[in-house]
Structures are given as structure tokens and as C-alpha cells.
Nanobody, 122 residues
């Protein structure tokens, strides 16, 4: 299984970024997909998740109304649109696959990709 997050970079506060995560080696449409982030010195935390058929989404309170998760099962890609970015959004962002879209728990996700770094300057 390969998940490769990309799209990170340096952006000013208030700006936007779109992260992408193409997946291979798994039946993509069977799995819920999630985004997590890990800031320096902090534990990995849940950001957003989406069900296999895109009917359900789940967001951390800290990103609600600013971030949007979406997926394209035909292209095997999950996205994270991040708007109104804040310095506290600075972190390495990871995509992950699992069986339950309605959980923020890291250990409930089975597949993980390499992260992409997001830096938001004030």
C-alpha cells in the first residue's frame, strides 16, 4: 500500500493550500480516508475523515468551516482543501486509510503515507 501526501508548502496566514494523496495497492473505494497532522513537539492529531462513498465527513473542531475533505474513487485520491490558514495549522500532514470514518483515533487507521509539510507564517 502506498499513500503519498503532497501539496504542502509555505503560506501566509489567511491563505489556502490543497493537499492531495493518491493511493495505490489497496481497494481504495472500500476504505474511509483521513487526514492527520503532527506539529513539532506534539502528538499526531486528527484533522478530517471521509467515508468510502463520500456521504459522511468528520472534522476536528479546530478546522471546521475552514478545511474540506473530499475524494475521487475513480482516481484513487483524497484531498484536503485548507482555507483561512492560521499559524497553528503548521504541521506535517499525513493521509491514512481505515474502516471507520467516524473515529479520530490514530490507531484505528491501518494505512499511512509519508507526510507533507505545511508552514503558515503570521
Amino acid at each position: 500500500v502506498q499513500l503519498q501526501a503532497s501539496g504542502g508548502g509555505l503560506v501566509q496566514a489567511g491563505g489556502s493550500l490543497r493537499l492531495s494523496c493518491p493511493a495505490s495497492g489497496l481497494t481504495f473505494s472500500r476504505y474511509a480516508m483521513g487526514w492527520f497532522r503532527e506539529a513539532p513537539g506534539k502528538e499526531r492529531e486528527f484533522v478530517a475523515a471521509i467515508s468510502w462513498n463520500s456521504r459522511n465527513t468528520n472534522y476536528a473542531d479546530s478546522v471546521k468551516g475552514r478545511f474540506t475533505i473530499s475524494r475521487d474513487n475513480g482516481e484513487h485520491i483524497v484531498y484536503l482543501q485548507m482555507n483561512s490558514l492560521k499559524p497553528e495549522d503548521t504541521a506535517v500532514y499525513y493521509c491514512a486509510g481505515g474502516n471507520n470514518w467516524n473515529t479520530p483515533r490514530v490507531y484505528e487507521y491501518d494505512f499511512w503515507g509519508q507526510g507533507t509539510e505545511v508552514t503558515v507564517s503570521s
